[in-house]
C-alpha cells in the first residue's frame, strides 16, 4: 500500500526517528517543522496520512487540527497524532477538532504501523468512492452535506458478559443520545440495523472476539459498519491483529467513556459520509439507465437486457414477446398544447403501461414517443391480448393537462413480435427482433392505428 505521510514534528531527531520507521514501507515521506510548514506542505503534495507530534509551533493543537481540516486538499485525510503524555483532555481536543486518532507516546513500531495502515486502508477505499461518485474530479456533482441534525445511531455494545455490556452501555447512554444495545459476547450479532459495533474483548476470550469482528467483516449486511474493540490491559498484544483484520479502531486498558463517545462520533460521521458516496453513486448508475422524464428505463438499458432475454428462453425453451409502441399523432398535442403537455402526456402513459405489466416486464423509452416493452416467458397466445390491453388502458381515459382544467385523449399503436429458438434454425437477435416490432408497428399505423399488429414473420 503506497501512498505519502506527511511527519510534523518540532525536533529533527524525532521526525529521523519516524522517517526510520517508515523506511521499510512503500511510503514516501515528507517532513515539516512548523505548523504553517505543515500546512503549505499538505495543501501541495496532498499526503494520505498527516503523522504529527501533538505540540506543534505557531498553532495550539485544536487549531492545527481545524486548520488541516479547512483544507480542501486534505479535508479527508487521516490525521493521526502523538502525545508526550497521556493527557485526557488533549485527547478529547484533538478528537473533537477532527483528528482521526491520538496515541501517547512511546508507541511499539508494529502498532504504529498498524494503525497506519489501518486508517490509510480506510482513506483509500473512501478515496475510490469519491473517484466513482465524481468521475474522478473532486468536487464534480458532490459535496458534503450541509451540517445539520444528525439522527441518533444503534450502537451493539457487546461485552464478556450481557452484565458486562450493560455496564458499559449506562456509561455511555449517559454521554451521548445514540440508543445502546448490550450483548454478550457469546450471542449472535443483531439482525436489526446497526450503525457500530464496540467490542470488549480480554485474553480468556480472544479467540471468539476475534472471530465475531472476521464474521462482522464478512457479512454483507454489517461489513460497512465501523467496529471499535474495547481490550482489556491483559489484551493489549491482540491490538495489531485486530487492526489487521478489519477492526476500525482500538482502545487498550481502562474505558475513557468520552473518548470513546468522540470516537463513536467520528466512526458514525465518516461511515454517513460514505453512504453519502454510495448513494450518489447508485444514483448516477441509475440516471445513465433511466429515462429522466418517465422514469422508465432507456435504450443504454433496454438493448443489453433484451440480448439477455434472448439467451435466458433459448437456455430455457420459453417464448419472448417484443413490442414496440408509439403514441398515436403525439406532435399535435406539443403543437395545440405545448410541450409541457407533451411531457405530462409521455409521464402519464408510462405510468398505465406499467401499471399493466408484471414485475419481469421491461418498459423503455427509446424515443420521443416511441417505447419498448419486453415480456419474458410470455408466448404468442397472450401476447396480443396483453398488447390489446395496453391499447385500451391508453384510450380509455383523458390525459389531463397541466395548469389547465382541460384533458386530452391520446391512443398507442403497438407492433409485436414473438422470440422462439427452434432448433436448426438461426437464432433470433436483438436487431432481427426489433426490426420485426417496428414492421407490425407500421401495420398497425397503416390500418388505422389505436391498435396492435402482429408481424407477420414472426414465431407461430
Known amino acids: 500500500m503506497s501512498g505519502k505521510i506527511l511527519i510534523v514534528d518540532e525536533l529533527a531527531t524525532n521526525r529521523i526517528v519516524m522517517k526510520v520507521k517508515l523506511s521499510a514501507t512503500p511510503y514516501e515521506v515528507l517532513q515539516a517543522a512548523t505548523a504553517q510548514e505543515a500546512l503549505d506542505l499538505a495543501a501541495r503534495e496532498r499526503p494520505d496520512l498527516i503523522l504529527s507530534n501533538s505540540s506543534v509551533p505557531g498553532l495550539a493543537l485544536r487549531e492545527f487540527v481545524s486548520a488541516l481540516r479547512g483544507l480542501d486538499q486534505v479535508r479527508d485525510t487521516p490525521i493521526m497524532m502523538l502525545q508526550a503524555s497521556g493527557s485526557r483532555e488533549e485527547r478529547h481536543a484533538a478528537l473533537r477538532a477532527g483528528a482521526d486518532d491520538i496515541l501517547t507516546k512511546p508507541v511499539s513500531e508494529p502498532l504504529l504501523l498498524a494503525r497506519l495502515r489501518n486508517l490509510l486502508r480506510q482513506h483509500h477505499s473512501e478515496h475510490e468512492l469519491v473517484a466513482q461518485a465524481t468521475g474522478g474530479t473532486q468536487g464534480a456533482g458532490f459535496a458534503d452535506p450541509q451540517a445539520g441534525f444528525a439522527p ?153 437486457y433484451l440480448d439477455r432475454q434472448i439467451a435466458q428462453c433459448r437456455n430455457t425453451g420459453t417464448q419472448l414477446t417484443v413490442m414496440l409502441a408509439d403514441l398515436d399523432f403525439f406532435k399535435r398535442v406539443n403543437d395545440q398544447h405545448g410541450h409541457a403537455s407533451g411531457d405530462a402526456v409521455l409521464c402519464e402513459v408510462t405510468q398505465r403501461l406499467r401499471a399493466q405489466l408484471r414485475e419481469q416486464d421491461m418498459l423503455a423509452r427509446i424515443g420521443g414517443e416511441e417505447f419498448l416493452i419486453v415480456l419474458p416467458d410470455t408466448p404468442r397466445s397472450r401476447a396480443l391480448q396483453i398488447a390489446e390491453r395496453l391499447c385500451d ?62 408481424c407477420a414473420r414472426s414465431a407461430a
Do not use: W
Open 152 to 304: 441518533p445511531a444503534r450502537i451493539a455494545i457487546i461485552g464478556q458478559s450481557r452484565t458486562d455490556a450493560l455496564g458499559l452501555r449506562g456509561q455511555m447512554a449517559k454521554q451521548s443520545c445514540h440508543s445502546y444495545m448490550a450483548l454478550a459476547l457469546d450471542t449472535p450479532a443483531p439482525a436489526e440495523l446497526t450503525d457500530i459495533y464496540v467490542i470488549h474483548i480480554d485474553m480468556a476470550q480472544a479467540e471468539d472476539g476475534l472471530r465475531l469482528l472476521a464474521d462482522l467483516k464478512a457479512a454483507q449486511r454489517t461489513r460497512g459498519c465501523p467496529v471499535i474493540a474495547l481490550l482489556g490491559a491483559d489484551a493489549g498484544a491482540l491490538a495489531v491483529t485486530l487492526l489487521d483484520i478489519g477492526a476500525d479502531d482500538v482502545l487498550t486498558g481502562p474505558v475513557d467513556n468520552t473518548e470513546l463517545a468522540l470516537r463513536i462520533d467520528n466512526h458514525l460521521r465518516r461511515k454517513r459520509h460514505r453512504e453519502g458516496l454510495r448513494a450518489h453513486l447508485l444514483s448516477g448508475l441509475q440516471a445513465a439507465i433511466v429515462d429522466p422524464l418517465t422514469g422508465a428505463y432507456n435504450r443504454r438499458h433496454a438493448v443489453p
Open 393 to 454: 388502458v391508453v384510450r380509455q381515459t383523458p390525459v389531463p393537462l397541466p395548469e389547465t382544467d382541460g384533458t386530452v385523449g391520446v391512443t398507442i399503436s403497438i407492433g409485436v413480435t414473438v422470440a422462439r429458438h427452434r432448433p436448426g434454425l438461426p437464432g433470433p437477435t436483438v436487431t432481427g427482433l426489433l426490426d420485426e416490432a417496428d414492421r407490425a408497428l407500421y401495420l398497425a399505423k397503416a390500418q388505422g392505428r389505436n391498435q396492435a399488429s402482429f
